[in-house]
């Protein structure tokens, strides 16, 4: 998820002259050289990637090597701060995919933004932290893999993170339980310093309107229920990645190698057959044009993403045969599941003008605003650049009775879980074509955003060519099924219901003050449904195309993370979810690197 979207290029030059400051020496190997061989070598340094390596290097008998194609986070200033997410998309260390366009957003194409830095997407994300339901992971484990279900997983979800405790806040709905985190885990979990007053009237309306109540914690496997959310911040309100929370203080770790502007180009093989053994990796440094083998004594582990671990499992040899003749390479494995299977779930807002005290668009109306707020977080870590926007979220499961009457049959078998999102943001969210739904200069407003979280049409990933610097094709195939286009539509009228509660009047917010997207005028579904396919966003939490099932039932990994037809090689990211979390996907991906951690180790013995 990407928070408070730029609106106008004002503010676009406004950050370029504060915030995008360009370091220099980013290049690091934390002073070491570069060695002929690794025990492991872990293509990709983002979320799962720099946990998995600080867990393996606690030993110091196994070296592990670290590869990423992007830099430092800190490349881009804004990064750390919260405020600043909205300010990094479109930069160096933003992948920036483009999507062909999709028949199901009215030939929309998609810009999907990826960290592409050390600590990936967790270095330019919103900050959102959660976990899912419990019933959630044990569909995984009936799914045939064991130890997956929620009892199993809930430790690496608690090991991974610490709670910072409110400070100089209101701790209205900002409330956890201690008992669900740890007391040294890297991850630094807490709420911003500062939330708009409208925040919490959200959090009544939703409980008001019969959609979720009002609770304690969300990260207890219970999904069900609206407050403040988390958000990956230190005590000092500066944001917390994998970056910085695993790997910023173990670089100079003598059996750790990180690389950046490192280029994998495939995963180099030897043998046929079941005695088919990954032995390596070949490398291309951005920045010398020098081009390298690295063996890997164990393991090579792709912890690239969603889009890219498939991506460089084909141009490796390993995917769906058709698919991999039609770009000349050679089939190595034979996989039909490789890149199949994109899951992800979707935004898309009712927009209303408000009051200036609710609403973070006094910081794009005003440059002295938005100088004061950057000045205050610089001086004494308050104010707006603490948050992202809202953090504010609502998770509503459906009934039976709800499911039946949307003819939402096959989501009948998963009911103990969140199926909607409700989001407040304060702020014009998402940015739409200025030419449909045009925001005025010096007017506030907030979003109420509705979010899909059981989306039953599946996406996928193919290859442009055979290799890997052209990036992937991602379809994302949002709404195609019928499913997914009645529960929206569904949603969408609560998003009104939630606007209409009375608590949200004192806040100019309601019917009366103006709804400027859609507009009164979309009544029917059918206008509707058009008018999300029109403006839906991602949410950026594509999963699922390496999928962790058995092979015949769509596996590309099983319950090790294994690949399929490969020795010496697994998959360590977002892309190994069956079934894509009814939350945030970045806690459950720093769970997913703990548990594999915890895997190897166990396996090889350290």
């Known amino acids: 998820m990407m928070h408070l979207q730029i609106r ?27 060695q002929s061989s690794y025990d492991f070598i872990i293509v990709g340094g983002g979320t799962a990637g720099l946990a998995l390596a600080a867990r393996l290097t606690e030993n110091s008998n196994q070296t592990v090597l670290v590869l990423e194609a992007g830099s430092k986070p800190g490349l881009i ?18 992948w920036g995919f483009v999507t062909p366009p999709q028949a199901s957003l009215n030939g929309r194409t998609i810009t999907y933004h990826r960290g592409r830095c050390l ?7 919103g900050l959102a932290y959660g976990r899912g339901s419990a019933s959630l992971y044990d569909l995984w484990e009936t799914m045939g893999n064991p130890g997956w279900g929620w009892k199993d997983v809930f430790p690496y979800f608690k090991k991974s993170t610490t709670f910072s405790s409110p400070s100089r806040t209101n701790e209205s709905y900002r409330t956890f339980d201690p008992s669900g985190y740890s007391s040294n885990g890297p991850v630094q979990v807490g709420y911003p310093d500062y939330s708009t007053p409208a925040s919490f009237s959200f959090i009544e309306a939703v409980a008001g309107v019969g959609l979720a109540p009002i609770v304690n914690d969300l990260n207890l496997g ?119 299977n994109l899951q992800d779930h979707t935004y898309f807002s009712v927009i209303v003008r408000s009051q200036p005290s609710t609403s973070l668009d006094s910081l794009v109306n005003s440059f002295p605003a938005f100088l004061a707020a950057q000045a205050e977080y610089a001086e004494n870590r308050t104010g707006p650049f603490t948050s992202p926007g809202g953090a504010t979220y609502g998770f509503q499961k459906l009934s039976i009775d709800e499911l039946s009457s949307l003819n939402a049959i096959e989501l009948m078998n ?48 193919t290859l442009q060519s055979n290799g890997i610097m052209d990036a992937p ?41 103006g709804e400027v997207a859609p507009g009164v005028a979309v009544q029917s579904d059918e206008d509707i449904l058009n008018y999300i396919r029109n403006t839906a966003i991602p949410v950026w939490h594509a999963s699922g195309t390496c999928a962790m099932k058995p092979r015949a039932d769509g596996g590309v990994v099983d319950s090790s993370l294994k690949v399929y037809g490969v020795q010496g090689l697994r998959v360590v990211d977002a892309s190994i979810m069956p079934v894509v979390p009814d939350q945030h996907t970045q806690g459950p991906v720093y769970m997913v690197a703990e548990k594999a951690a915890n895997l190897i180790r166990s396996e090889y013995g350290f």
């Open 8 to 34: 106008y290029g004002s503010l676009v030059a406004l950050a370029l002259t504060s915030f995008l400051t360009i370091a220099s020496g980013d290049v690091s190997t934390g002073g070491q050289i570069i």
């Open 77 to 94: 200033a804004a990064s750390k701060t919260p405020l600043g997410s909205a300010l990094v998309l479109g930069t160096q260390i933003d």
């Open 119 to 125: 600590g990936g997407s967790s270095s330019v994300n």
């Open 222 to 340: 219970d999904n069900i229920g609206v407050k403040q959310e988390p958000l990956t911040l230190d005590p000092t309100y500066a944001r917390s990645s994998s970056y910085t929370s695993y790997a910023e203080n173990i670089q100079n770790r003598t059996n750790l190698g990180i690389l950046t502007y490192a280029t994998v180009s495939q995963v180099v093989t030897n043998g046929t057959g079941d005695e088919l053994r990954a032995i390596g990796v070949a490398v291309t440094h951005q920045t010398t044009g020098s081009v390298m083998f690295v063996a890997a004594n164990k393991e090579v582990i792709l912890s690239a993403g969603t889009f890219q671990s498939p991506q460089l499992l084909m141009v490796s040899g390993i995917g769906p045969t058709d698919e991999l003749a039609r770009n000349g390479i050679e089939a190595k494995v034979g996989n039909p599941n490789v890149g199949q």
């Open 414 to 461: 998963r009911t103990e879980q969140a199926h909607i999102e409700y989001y407040y943001e304060a702020a014009y969210y998402p940015s739409f074509p200025v030419e449909q739904y045009p925001p005025r200069s010096n007017e506030s407003y907030i979003s109420i955003t509705a979010g899909l979280l059981a989306p039953v049409s599946r996406g996928s990933v």
């Open 473 to 513: 094709v991602i379809d994302l195939n949002y709404f195609q099924e019928e499913t997914d286009q009645k529960i929206a539509v569904y949603a969408f009228k609560q998003l009104r219901k939630i606007l209409a509660y009375p608590n949200l009047a004192k806040w100019g917010i309601g019917p009366d003050n």
